[in-house]
């Protein structure tokens, strides 16, 4: 990692003991075994990076006032904090910070764009698409509006989970208000053509929104150039508090939504109440930091997952990846082990946590939608296990992580009735399961 | 998941995996869940010459739970007369290793892999009353 984040990870002790979760603050010759549990669950959520951390401090208990208090010191020096917090997650988008408004997190940046913007158009346009694999709080939101009488076209995806432009284009309607496309998937890292699907939505007429939580400051993104009308951003999926989020709504041309949340009018009556100040320093501190490292991190994740892809393939065979290899996350690996389910897998991995696909690990005990949204047979979705990297994540971590993954795979593939069946050329497709 | 302990070392050390010839007329051989269900249990029993079953062994794809389940099942069925492991219940199966109420469905496959295995040895014994 940079000689930044390094430091930071080493230097405070604030945090007390075990730190990151991480090995590098051992740093003594000859050790091989990082510190465990080792985190590879980044997509799930990050550490709040230290120096966002130090940024917000002093925002609880010494600058405290509410921003919106006009006419004394302790709102003024607050407001002045917001703002420039505004200015940060403005800059890593290419927006302008009256574009950004203040939200709890994602999912209601997610809600404000998708239910504001239908409701505020559905009596002229009342037809919105979105994709299967959107997160839950898209696909939830969309169905709950279609009970509000709008319509809701999901469209599928292709193989390797990106949007078939031509099935988009097609799905269009002189009744379509919005389409709501993420940037880049939670499970499989892949990223969709943000510029294509811009272009496309100006062209119609129709409003562009993307769920960019996994995206921001992982990957370039310019609302500009991509001509995006609606993006959402997620504090806690990028070293930034959690609790915290925001919606990037257009001003040119204007973006007209309902506000979900009424009350005081704050940030321009699209989402009233308090700004949580030192939440807002973090995002911003967040934004800051990402959009000076993201160039150097991009490079070195891509590399340590790539590293860690190889070394787990090299060493075991039938192992597929989920998803794109190339328009991806740096930092996502989703992998499928065939004839190992995933999340006795888990159980065998348990000093790297990383989540599953598997049905066995969800409490509805269904496989993961996405998954099977791309043609992953059901078994194989069972089997898959998903690697999130991230800023913190050492070498080292993922040397031993090769090793654990092919230790237990292998054990578990001679526990495997269905790889004892592979090896004796059985075709298991061909067998009827009874079921039970 | 925070699973028990004896769950966990069935997990870490899991009894009698491996295989018989399924051609041995001694041997019974049960099949049972599905790859798409994301539980498989193949659980295999020799029958000795005393009618009591001399080994099991059994190889499962599937979660903790149904890995330590079948474990269990292989363990407890040895040295049993056939209907003896087959009065066998899941529900004792989830009591032993605390299943959690969303795994009990592994207990119930493995219950229903020692039957299998159990009917398959006795199909292969009926020739003295199958019916002409």
């Known amino acids: ?436 | 998941m925070s699973y028990s302990e004896k769950l966990l070392d069935h997990y870490d050390n899991p009894r009698n995996v491996g295989a018989l010839d399924k051609n041995d007329p001694t041997v019974g051989t049960g099949l049972v869940g599905a790859p798409a269900c994301g539980d498989v249990m193949k659980l295999q029993i020799k029958v000795g010459a005393d009618g009591r079953i001399a080994d099991a062994k059994f190889k499962t794809f599937g979660c903790g739970s149904a890995i330590a389940s079948s474990s269990l099942a292989t363990e407890w069925i040895k040295g049993k007369r056939l209907d003896e492991a087959e009065s066998i219940k899941n529900t004792e199966i989830a009591q032993h290793l605390s299943l959690p109420p969303v795994k009990i469905h592994c207990s119930v496959l493995a219950e229903d892999a020692i039957k299998a295995a159990i009917r398959d040895y006795r199909e292969k014994h009926k020739p003295a009353e199958a019916a002409e």
């Open chain 1, 1 to 436: 990692m940079n000689a930044e984040a390094k430091k930071a990870a080493n230097g405070n002790d604030k945090l007390g003991n075990g730190k990151l979760g991480n090995g590098t603050e051992r740093g003594g010759a000859g050790r091989n075994r990082p510190h465990t549990p080792i985190y590879l669950d980044y997509q799930a959520t990050t550490p709040t990076d230290p120096r966002v951390v130090e940024a917000m401090l002093p925002y609880f208990t010494e600058k405290f006032g509410n921003p919106h208090s006009r006419n004394h010191p302790f709102g003024w020096e607050a407001e002045e904090a917001v703002e420039k917090a505004r200015e940060q997650v403005a800059a890593i988008i290419g927006a302008d910070p009256r574009e950004i408004v203040f939200t709890s997190g994602a999912t209601e940046s997610n809600n404000l764009a998708i239910k504001g913007v239908m409701r505020f158009h559905k009596d002229r346009k009342n037809h919105m698409i979105t994709l299967v694999t959107e997160h839950k709080c898209v696909l939830d939101s969309a169905r709950h509006l279609e009970m509000e009488g709008v319509e809701v076209t999901y469209l599928p995806v292709q193989q390797n989970g990106l949007v078939d432009m031509t099935v988009l284009a097609a799905a269009i309607t002189p009744k379509t208000a919005l389409i709501s496309i993420m940037a880049a998937n939670n499970e499989i890292g892949v990223i969709q053509p943000l510029a294509e699907i811009g272009k496309l939505c100006r062209t119609k007429g129709v409003y562009f929104h993307t769920d960019a939580a996994q995206a921001v400051g992982k990957i370039p993104l310019d609302v500009e150039a991509m001509h995006i009308d609606l993006m959402s951003i997620s504090g806690h999926k990028i070293y930034g508090p959690k609790g915290m989020g925001a919606l990037y709504v257009r001003r040119k041309p204007r973006v007209r939504l309902e506000a979900l949340i009424h009350g005081g009018g704050q940030e321009r009556g699209m989402r009233s109440g308090t700004l949580p100040t030192p939440l807002c320093v973090g995002l911003g501190e967040a934004c800051a930091i990402a959009m000076k490292e993201m160039p150097a991190e991009a490079e070195r994740l891509k590399a340590l997952r790539e590293r860690l892809y190889e070394g787990i393939t090299r060493r075991l065979p039938e192992v597929f990846l989920n998803g794109d290899h190339e328009n991806r996350l740096p930092g996502n690996l989703n992998l499928s082990f065939a004839y190992v389910e995933g999340e006795g897998l888990m159980m065998g991995i348990k000093d790297l946590s990383v989540s599953s696909g598997s049905a066995c690990t969800s409490a509805s005990l269904e496989p993961s939608y996405v998954l099977r949204a791309l043609g992953v047979e059901e078994e194989l979705a069972h089997t898959s296990i998903r690697f999130g990297l991230g800023r913190f994540t050492t070498e080292e971590e993922i040397d031993y992580a090769i090793e654990q993954v092919v230790e237990a795979v292998s054990r578990l593939r001679e526990l495997s009735p269905l790889w004892e069946m592979a090896q004796e050329g059985i075709d298991i497709k061909s067998i009827k399961w009874a079921e039970h």
